[in-house]
């Protein structure tokens, strides 16, 4: 049985949209398809009329300064985003995500808009997209529109897009607010050993530093709620401080109280998580404090 009747390959975000709406069944966007081809596959997903490929579009292949913001297309494979070196000089905690996705073969076709459409609140990209304070591009039959990160997400695998109408065309990361600053991103997670799916946790911590003060921070933690987690109690306890235990400390606590850890079957409970998520975070906060310096 054929997985899906009709497979397009436009080549703008206007035919993409287009296509959509004129397909004569149900109809999803594809990208890698290291997500959604399996699902289709192993029979974990609605029957498919129409396959809209993204990768042909050269404006979501892109990955280059615009203004502010460093522009990272949709399509663009998580691979390339861990060695191209506008990443590394403006977005290291998403070169470390994107270094850590899956293995070799995975990475070379998987992309980050694919990551974060999927909706899952451990995926790694999407966690390190969440400490740089992301914006998304979506585009639908009526235009673009550019909206908050956070605000694609509604639950364990729900987007806010329709993904029958909508596609996500890149995300926009923010780089010179602080500019007189020392700014410096991280991210890590805990997996299990020979582990190539999502994380245990994962942690991602972005910083603007001023001497011994942290000027600004914005910390993600995954899965800390049922949607990518901003741990925005514990950013309030850190700014302005300078970095000691007694700070880290209420950070954590703040930290704790606002999460609302989940338990996955196959990966770790919701109690292990908390008890380890300590140690992760502080790896992390250390980290990008020191690369601040
Ligand atoms: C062996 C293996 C290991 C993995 N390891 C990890 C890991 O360590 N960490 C991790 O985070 N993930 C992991 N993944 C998950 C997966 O590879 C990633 O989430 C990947 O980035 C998905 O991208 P894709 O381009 O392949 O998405 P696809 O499979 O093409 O699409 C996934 C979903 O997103 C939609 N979609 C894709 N692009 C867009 C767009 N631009 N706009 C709107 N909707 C869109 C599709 O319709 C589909 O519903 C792993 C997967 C495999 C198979």
Redesign the pocket.
Known sequence: MNLWQEYKRPTSVAEAVQALAAASGPA????????????LKQGRHTPIHTLVD?TFIPE?SALELRGDDLFIG??V??NRIALDPLTGAHAQALVE?CN????PQ?RN??????????A?P?????IALTALNAEAEIASATGTRRIPFISLFTGPGK?S?E?NK????GFYLPISNFQSLKTASCFKRI?RPQ?????ILNCAVWLAREENAIKDIRIAVGPGSSTPFRATEAENVLRGQAMSETVFAASLNSLLAQAKFRTSARRASADYRRHIVGGLFKDVLDTAWKRAE
């Open positions: 999803l966007p594809i990208a890698g398809g290291t997500d959604l081809l399996l699902d993204l979501m949709a399509v494979p998580v995500a850590l996705i899956a293995g995975v076709t998987a992309t980050l808009g694919g990551n974060v459409a999927h899952l451990a995926a790694d990209g999407t987007s897009i993904k909508e596609i996500i065309v997996m582990g190539v799916a999502l994380p």
